[in-house]
């Protein structure tokens, strides 16, 4: 029987959904996975523009307590890889990072956010070039310490929980929950059907 992810590395061309399926299961830390998403990136490099898309649509639409794991992903890939990544994650990176930063409540999380941060103001790509464009990470500074001021009472500019963030992540979760609710029926179901015969 075939296996219903087949691993693209076999084949020339790339398979987002592959890639997807892959990208789904980063829900911890997971160095393998990681290293597994970098290096298709590196060899789907034609493909880029897509690959990043997908990646920040699932920094978009995962759950907040997921959200620093693709965060990794893609420093990984930044930092392994370079260009053309580093470019294209640049254009919306304040986007991504301030709205993770806001929609993340715990201080551990959010400092991990803050450390990988901090590691892309000296970090350079594998060529030996700067991971980001000096004005996007000094814009996202500028967002941490406003953010992280304690005598500060008013909320960074141009940051704000917006009605469509709360609508994205409130469908996102409603999603999740439904698809939980068929699982925990098919379960059921399984459970309390007689069991055919030949």
């Known amino acids: 029987m075939e296996e219903p992810w087949k691993d693209p590395t076999a084949e020339d061309a790339?398979?987002?959904e592959y890639f997807q399926h892959?990208?789904?299961?980063?829900?911890?830390?997971?160095?393998?996975?990681i290293v597994e998403l970098t290096s298709l990136a590196e060899r789907f490099v034609d493909?880029?523009?897509?690959?990043?898309?997908?990646?920040?649509e699932r920094m978009m639409r995962i759950l907040p307590?997921?959200?620093?794991?693709?965060f990794?992903?893609?420093?990984?890939?930044?930092?392994?890889?370079?260009?053309?990544?580093?470019?294209?994650?640049?254009?919306?990176?304040?986007?991504?990072f301030t709205e993770t930063y806001l929609i993340i409540d715990d201080t551990p999380t959010r400092q991990n956010l803050i450390n990988l941060f901090k590691t892309w103001v000296c970090?350079?790509?594998?060529?030996?070039?700067?991971l980001f464009p000096k004005d996007t990470l000094v814009k996202v500074e500028k967002f941490i310490i406003q953010a992280t001021s304690l005598g500060s009472s008013t909320q960074p500019d141009k940051v704000r929980i917006t009605r469509d963030l709360i609508l994205r992540e409130s469908n996102y979760l409603l999603q999740y929950?439904?698809?939980?609710?068929?699982?925990?029926?098919?379960?059921?179901?399984a459970k309390n059907s007689p069991a055919e015969g030949p």
């Open 22 to 33: 892959l990208l789904a299961s980063l829900t911890l830390n997971s160095r393998a996975l």
């Open 177 to 189: 929950i439904i698809s939980l609710e068929e699982v925990s029926e098919k379960v059921h179901d």
């Open 72 to 96: 990794y992903l893609m420093d990984s890939i930044v930092k392994n890889i370079g260009s053309p990544y580093n470019l294209m994650f640049a254009t919306n990176l304040y986007k991504l």
């Open 14 to 16: 790339f398979s987002a």
């Open 47 to 56: 493909n880029a523009q897509e690959i990043v898309e997908l990646i920040e």
């Open 65 to 70: 307590k997921y959200k620093l794991y693709t």
């Open 123 to 130: 970090g350079k790509t594998s060529a030996g070039l700067d």
